[in-house]
């Protein structure tokens, strides 16, 4: 009898490791208690068809964008690059160009090596030609969670905003929201 309970538990164990990958539908995520993709694509939605008609309708000067610090200060991880990556990208298949720094040193590396002659002029790099940021893209997710009742509520607000750098100005700003309301899970030993 022990040896089937032992071997029953192994098959188990060994069923239970053994699951199956199903994708899903990001946009059709119907939220957690936990930020996934739901806010996510929510928050990306809002924010590319308010900054891409600010910068189309009043912006008037060409933009170049670079992402600086989009900051987490709720009380949950939250991936903040996964949201800004996905927002430079559905800009940048709108046309908004953004400025890399990531890749300065490499750059003004091959610069220098096309200036030095070794290279044909043709394909070398000129100097001269790298763009600098007009404008940050920035901002933070905060939150506020709370107890009502056997609920957990929590609200959480995703704020971007455009800073010009000559002037130090905001000049566009827009925020999503979120109050989600979830069962207080209560665990006791």
């Given at each position: 009898m022990k040896k089937f309970a032992a071997l029953a538990f192994v098959v188990f164990v060994v069923a239970s490791c053994g699951g199956r990958t199903q994708y899903l539908d990001a946009t059709k995520?119907?939220?957690?208690?936990?930020?996934?993709?739901?806010?996510?694509?929510?928050?990306?939605?809002?924010?590319?068809?308010?900054?891409?008609?600010?910068?189309?309708?009043?912006?008037?000067?060409?933009?170049?964008?670079?992402?600086?610090?989009?900051?987490?200060?709720?009380?949950?991880h939250i991936d903040t690059p996964m949201i800004t990556n996905e927002i430079a990208t559905n800009l940048i298949k709108k046309r908004i160009k953004f400025i890399d720094d990531t890749m300065t040193k490499d750059t003004l590396e091959e610069i220098e090596k096309g200036m030095s002659g070794m290279y044909d002029a043709d394909t070398a790099v000129p100097a001269g030609m790298l763009k600098q940021p007009n404008l940050w893209l920035t901002g933070d997710i905060r939150d506020n969670v709370r107890r009502v009742g056997s609920k957990q509520v929590q609200y959480l607000v995703v704020t971007l905003k455009l800073v010009e750098l000559a002037t130090r100005m905001t000049v566009w700003q827009d925020q999503q929201e979120f109050l989600k309301s979830s069962s207080a899970t209560r665990v006791s030993f």
């Amino acid at each position: 009898m022990k040896k089937f309970a032992a071997l029953a538990f192994v098959v188990f164990v060994v069923a239970s490791c053994g699951g199956r990958t199903q994708y899903l539908d990001a946009t059709k995520d119907e939220g957690s208690r936990e930020w996934g993709p739901r806010e996510v694509k929510t928050t990306v939605a809002k924010m590319v068809g308010s900054l891409y008609s600010f910068l189309k309708d009043e912006y008037k000067k060409p933009a170049y964008l670079q992402v600086k610090k989009f900051r987490n200060r709720t009380s949950e991880h939250i991936d903040t690059p996964m949201i800004t990556n996905e927002i430079a990208t559905n800009l940048i298949k709108k046309r908004i160009k953004f400025i890399d720094d990531t890749m300065t040193k490499d750059t003004l590396e091959e610069i220098e090596k096309g200036m030095s002659g070794m290279y044909d002029a043709d394909t070398a790099v000129p100097a001269g030609m790298l763009k600098q940021p007009n404008l940050w893209l920035t901002g933070d997710i905060r939150d506020n969670v709370r107890r009502v009742g056997s609920k957990q509520v929590q609200y959480l607000v995703v704020t971007l905003k455009l800073v010009e750098l000559a002037t130090r100005m905001t000049v566009w700003q827009d925020q999503q929201e979120f109050l989600k309301s979830s069962s207080a899970t209560r665990v006791s030993f």
